[in-house]
């Protein structure tokens, strides 16, 4: 049966300090019989066949000084070797040198987890005075002189044990504080990490405790409201000097916001310039308890697409009322023409007849002997009188002029609208740019009419421009 081992190398080594030789030969007998029982135990477990015999084998290495300052200097030679001293036994007069208690204090100075024993036959101190002087500790130990055998064996292995295990538990805590260290440090970097990303983040953050109170604003909070993380902290969220325009649908969404459910609304708000700004806000809540108010407030300034949606719905809708303006042209322009041509016609058949009217006007001013033309005369003149007939006669060529410019001038918007209704190409082309003046003149009429007069006089030359006569008229609307 082989024995145990009980004591790994690490704390098998016994520091010896006496003046006395002699005890440094009783402590090497005193471990020596460990060897002598461990082969009478071997020996018997042989000749009597028990081989459920265990027991454990202690041995020890020793180390001896005779003075303090030699002792204190042995030890630290073993650590600078890797050698661990399990326990210190140490005479308390060492005449001429340190006494045992100056060299426990210089001992522990070299190694603060050392057991130590103080061998001694006098009381030259009382348990208090070494008290005082060592503190109050657990490392420490009294043997008196002359000592048993048996009682150092104990302390031995008590005390090496005590250290292999104080010292298990050291490794053990110091392997802790290093995981703990390096959890903290992953904390720390996850932490960092975070407040990177935050840093980092296009939108606006703001968590609110479970008072919606500001814990945290983002760089991008502040500068989109103009207030900074540390005047917003503590403060409620609502009591922000934020001038919203729909207060009321902030409130209810804050409200709204339970557990495990996100909140998306559209907000606007006044800004320190007076400018009015577009939010695009989540608002989730932090806690999976419909009790509690703390949230998450992320959003986006979306002031600017949303006017450029406006914008494109706008063109759309311009887009639309150019193809509704071009079906209208077309279906405006061949009545137009037949009309322009009516009238131009009644002018002029009003023209050819103008010298008979005259004619007819002179008869009746000019009394003949002709009974029978007198009593037409006298017929006509009741239905309408001379000078009325005259004035109507003189109105009514100015009438058909008039007509005819106001035909014209509908015609020319008519032309307008199907060139601003025509889809522009990507290549250069010539234009005539006073005629897309002209026509820019004549679809914006009606802004210009009753306010101000135009006149156009316009050089004949043409210039190369790049787009559509429709993309110039825009241009010069605009």
Not at 71 to 87: P, Y
Not at 261 to 283: P, Y
Not at 330 to 339: C, F, G, K
Not at 404 to 431: R, T, W, Y
Request: net charge negative; with cysteine; proline share 3%.
């Amino acid at each position: 049966m082989e024995p145990t081992t009980s004591l790994n190398q690490a704390d098998n080594h016994l520091l010896i300090i006496d003046d006395n030789e002699a005890i440094h030969t009783d402590f090497r007998k005193i471990f020596s019989a460990d060897h002598d029982e461990h082969g009478l135990r071997l020996l018997e477990a042989e000749l009597f066949g028990d081989s459920h015999t265990n027991f454990e084998v202690l041995s020890y290495e020793l180390h001896c000084a005779t003075q303090g300052k030699t002792g204190v200097e042995r030890l630290q030679e073993c650590m600078e070797q890797g050698i661990c001293i399990g326990a210190a036994f140490v005479d308390m007069r060492m005449p001429p040198g340190w006494d045992g208690i100056t060299t426990i204090e210089h001992l522990w100075k070299v190694d603060p987890e050392l057991q130590v024993v103080i061998c001694t036959a006098y009381s030259d101190h009382t348990w208090e005075e070494i008290s005082e002087r060592l503190g109050d500790t657990d490392q420490l130990f009294i043997l008196k002189k002359p000592f048993d055998e048996v009682e150092v064996r104990q302390l031995a292995a008590s005390l090496t044990r005590k250290r292999r295990q104080t010292s298990e538990s050291l490794a053990k805590v110091q392997s802790l504080s290093t995981t703990v260290e390096q959890q903290y440090r992953k904390i720390q970097d996850a932490h960092q990490d975070a407040e990177d990303m935050i840093q980092a983040l296009s939108s606006l953050l703001i968590s609110l405790d479970d008072e919606e109170r500001v814990v945290r604003m983002n760089p991008v909070a502040e500068h989109i409201f103009g207030i900074e993380e540390g005047f917003a902290k503590g403060k409620l969220f609502i009591e922000l000097p934020i001038r919203w325009t729909q207060f009321d649908d902030l409130k209810i969404a804050l409200e709204e916001c339970v557990a495990a459910q996100v909140r998306n609304v559209d907000l606007t708000f006044t800004d320190a310039h007076g400018n009015t700004k577009i939010l695009e806000l989540s608002i989730s809540p932090l806690r999976n308890d419909p009790n509690s108010k703390s949230r998450l407030i992320m959003g986006n300034d979306v002031t600017i697409q949303r006017t450029i949606q406006v914008q494109l719905e706008q063109a759309r809708k311009m887009e639309s009322v150019g193809q509704l303006a071009a079906g209208v042209a077309r279906e405006i322009n061949s009545p137009m023409q037949d009309i322009n041509n009516n009238v131009r016609h009644v002018a002029k058949s009003f023209e050819q007849l103008m010298p008979a009217i005259e004619m007819l006007l002179q008869s009746i001013e000019a009394r003949s002997n002709d009974a029978m033309w007198n009593s037409m005369s006298d017929e006509i003149t009741q239905t309408i009188t001379p000078a009325k007939l005259k004035s109507i006669v003189s109105q009514i060529p100015g009438v058909l002029d008039d007509t005819i410019e106001e035909i014209e001038s509908i015609s020319q918007i008519v032309a307008a609208m199907k060139e601003f209704s025509h889809p522009g190409g990507d290549e250069n082309a010539l234009v005539d740019v006073h005629h897309i003046l002209q026509s820019t003149i004549a679809v914006s009429k009606n802004e210009w009419r009753f306010w101000a007069d135009v006149e156009t006089s316009f050089l004949a030359t043409h210039s190369q421009v790049s787009g559509s006569a429709s993309e110039l008229i825009q241009a010069f609307l605009n």
